[in-house]
């Protein structure tokens, strides 16, 4: 069997066309519809994480403001390290005044004992004490432990400069027994300040820019 076209050509080729066109909005047609479904499911992913976002930034803003109540007690505490910190390189130069006043006490001849102590950082000692003296007027005899008394105060860390200003025999009315008054001056020792570990607060030189 023959089939015989009597179109013209034109109408052919305009027919051609025709389908040739639905197939390219068809194709055109099923392009957009997956970039619609690709635009909407990045655009869920975009929302998804925006609101991890917005509830991370909310717990941060929360952690935040917790941390700002703190913050004073942040500063309380360092204002408290600082002034701890004066406290102790102040009581370093202090000195022990107790210690000092027990070992005197150890040190002393259990024949000689003091009658007035003035004590100053700056001054220094100032001791007035007794010895007794030989009722046969032994020569020398009460001298001796003034000599041991001065020998057991040079010997003492916290005392320098340790001397003998008088000595002078006399005799305890009271006691009605001959003894002998002296006096002696030392210098004390007063301990190295300790270098304090707080943080300087003078702000550091400014860098040069490099050229």
Request: glycine residues 2%; hydrophobic residues 45%; proline residues 7%.
């Amino acid at each position: 069997m023959i089939r015989i076209n009597l179109l013209p050509p034109e109408i052919t080729e305009k027919r051609k066309f025709e389908q040739r066109l639905v197939w390219v909005f068809a194709a055109a047609l099923l392009v957009f519809v997956v970039l619609v479904l690709v635009w909407s499911f990045l655009a869920y992913q975009v929302s998804q994480k925006n609101s991890v976002l917005q509830s991370n930034l909310d717990a941060a803003n929360q952690v935040r403001s917790q941390a700002e109540t703190f913050k004073v007690f942040e500063l309380k505490e360092s204002e408290l390290e600082a002034r701890k910190q004066t406290a102790a390189m102040a009581l370093s130069q202090r000195v022990e005044w107790g210690r000092l006043v027990n070992e005197l006490s150890l040190v002393l001849p259990s024949d000689a004992w003091l009658t007035s102590l003035d004590g100053s950082e700056v001054d220094g000692l100032s001791m007035l004490g007794q010895v007794l003296d030989s009722p046969d007027d032994v020569p020398d005899a009460g001298h001796k432990a003034v000599a041991k008394t001065l020998v057991r105060l040079s010997s003492l860390d916290l005392l320098y400069n340790v001397w003998l200003e008088n000595s002078l025999k006399t005799v305890n009315t009271a006691a009605d027994a001959p003894i002998i008054e002296f006096e002696m001056s030392a210098q004390v020792v007063r301990p190295e300040p300790v270098a304090s570990t707080a943080p300087s607060s003078v702000p550091a030189p400014p860098t040069t820019p490099a050229p």
